[in-house]
């Protein structure tokens, strides 16, 4: 059967629950123990697919084509857990299913409440994940802050399970924020206080304690929290801002995390081994002295998680080459108004993300052209690829007014459209192209020599495709469609001929790439823009 940890987060959002959960899954992963980790989103969204960016920072898509929270991305990047659409839960789904049933009739008689129905299908969620992935260790991040109203019943439920569950079963972690005051010069250790105080009257007393704190705790800071929060002083543990979230592991492991663990479940395990990690990843990030600048060209550009799994696999691609990866991050809108060069000048590689609607897309047009023309390495993903098509049809094939038909409707040439399965489609959750699809590779290419396979699976999330009409036009002016999907021919990755590097594809690389392992099209981009 498998053990659960609890993970909750107090004081304030943005903690760093996702990262600290990740951190402790790799932890306990190499003591050669299996682990999954769950994310419970309170919101009422089924899924995060129909937000916007803002409201939500990126949309991670699973193996299996779930739209999901951007910590099963971390989940991911940190662990080797197989992630599916079961690993992440919101308040949404539960109550679909649960008012689903209720149509069924499957509770007839009953008047159907929060507690039991709604708890128990929480709980039947978190088990069902566990089980089905046969896993040593479930970890499960409730998400939000303790004493919102949303999260109560995700936490009422894992009150219930630990109790149901038994004491070598189940624990609680808190992670909680520990400010520093500088005019008082001191740490105040009061909010987090209150925070365990509302967990307690919830039910929940947690057992160990991760404190987020821009300085290290000093013995008497840990012996306060852990006498008011009634934990050991040992299970205080400090959570200092580090530079890179790859640092958190060997953070945690240090301060003896992992121990902790396996002795409160009582875990058969492996002594700790994390070398590999140590020596693969923190080494190379720490000594890597040659820089890289690589500029992204977005339009959610000013928030910090709207790319976070681009921004991670290109740090990849930078460690995998022993780089330090400076990313500038610019506005395609800018472009739009001051024209490329202000930006785009002197920068070793340029990126241009996936996205929705016209906002933005001259701009990108205009910087793809620039690395077309100035030879400087290009990466296009998703709407990236998108516009580097439309750039190449309209500046070297002549097609002066090639668009994609979802930002023209009637253009002379809809060189991105709709493929006919999606015109009919009506709902706008989860009907796009989603998950893991097959893509060939053609030999000769640069994806084949970066990828040494010919058969791989990439992830997608996208309506609109390479409309096959254009193929000829655009072969004979010297691109290279280096991929497809083998079932309908679908265009995946496209190339240019007589470029150093430049290299677009339909899916989303950035979501399989790993700090210890590089996704090859980064790795490749990467050593490009270095060269
Ligand atoms: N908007 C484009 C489409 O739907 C691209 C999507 C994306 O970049 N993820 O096809």
Redesign the pocket.
């Known amino acids: 059967m498998s053990k659960f940890i609890f993970v909750t987060g107090g004081v304030v959002s943005s903690l760093g629950k996702g990262i600290s959960s990740a951190a402790i899954g790799r932890l306990l992963e190499s003591r050669g123990l299996k682990v999954t980790l769950i994310k419970c989103d309170p919101y009422i969204n089924v899924d995060p697919g129909t937000m916007n960016p803002f409201q939500h920072g990126e949309v991670y898509v699973t193996e299996d084509g779930a739209e999901t929270d951007l910590d099963l991305g971390h989940y991911e990047r940190f662990t080797n857990a197989k992630i599916t659409k079961d690993n992440n839960i919101t308040t949404g789904k539960i109550y679909y299913s649960v008012i689903t049933k209720e149509r069924k009739g499957d509770y007839l008689g009953k008047t159907v409440q929060i507690i039991p129905h709604i708890t128990d299908e929480i709980k039947h969620c978190l088990k069902k994940a566990a089980s089905e992935q046969k896993v040593d260790v479930a970890i499960v991040e409730i998400g939000g802050t303790v004493g919102d109203i949303e999260s109560l019943p995700f936490l009422e439920s894992i009150r219930q399970l630990r109790l149901e569950l038994g004491h070598d079963y189940a624990m609680n972690i808190h992670v909680t924020l520990v400010p520093y005051l500088k005019s008082a010069g001191e740490i105040k250790t009061k909010p987090t206080q209150h925070s365990v105080g509302t967990l307690r009257q919830i039910g929940i007393m947690p057992d160990i304690i991760i404190c987020r704190t821009e300085r290290v705790l000093s013995k008497d800071s840990k012996e306060k929290i852990a006498l008011f929060c009634n934990v050991d002083e040992d299970a205080v543990i400090t959570a200092v801002d580090v530079k890179s979230i790859y640092e958190v592991p060997g953070m945690f492991k240090r301060q003896n995390l992992d121990n902790l663990i396996v002795r409160r479940l009582n875990l058969k395990c492996d002594k700790s081994d994390l070398n590999n990690w140590e020596n693969s990843v923190i080494k190379r990030l720490k000594h890597s002295k040659k820089g890289v600048e690589i500029a992204v060209v977005g339009k959610y550009i000013t928030l910090q998680d709207a790319y976070k799994s681009i921004y991670e696999a290109l740090t990849h691609g930078a460690i995998s080459n022993e780089a330090r990866l400076i990313i500038k991050k610019v506005d395609s809108e800018d472009i739009e108004k001051d024209g490329v060069r202000k930006y785009l000048s002197g920068v070793k590689g340029i990126l241009v993300?996936?996205?929705?609607?016209n906002r933005g897309i001259e701009g990108k047009i205009q910087a793809i052209q620039f690395a077309r023309e100035n030879n400087i390495p290009f990466f296009g993903?998703?709407?990236?690829m998108?516009t580097a098509v439309i750039e190449f049809a309209r500046n070297v094939c002549g097609l002066k007014q090639a668009n994609?038909t979802?930002f023209d409707k009637t253009t002379k040439y809809p060189v991105i459209s709709l493929l006919d399965e999606q015109k009919e489609v009506e709902n706008k959750g989860a009907t796009?192209r989603l998950g893991a699809y097959e893509c060939v590779l053609k030999k000769g290419t640069k994806a084949h020599s970066a990828y040494k396979h010919t058969n791989v699976f990439e992830r997608h999330?996208?309506?609109?495709?390479f409309n096959n009409k254009y193929r000829n036009v655009m072969e004979d002016k010297g691109m290279v469609f280096s991929g497809f999907h083998p079932k309908a021919s679908l265009v995946e990755i496209i190339e240019i001929k007589d470029h150093p590097w430049f290299i677009s594809c339909q899916f989303?690389p950035e979501f399989k790439s790993k700090p210890d392992n590089a996704h090859p099209l980064f790795r490749d981009f990467i050593a490009a823009a270095l060269s």
Not at 353 to 357: A, L, M, Q, S, Y
């Open positions: 993300p996936g996205g929705f609607g993903i998703c709407l990236g998108q994609s979802e796009m999330r996208h309506r609109y495709e989303h």
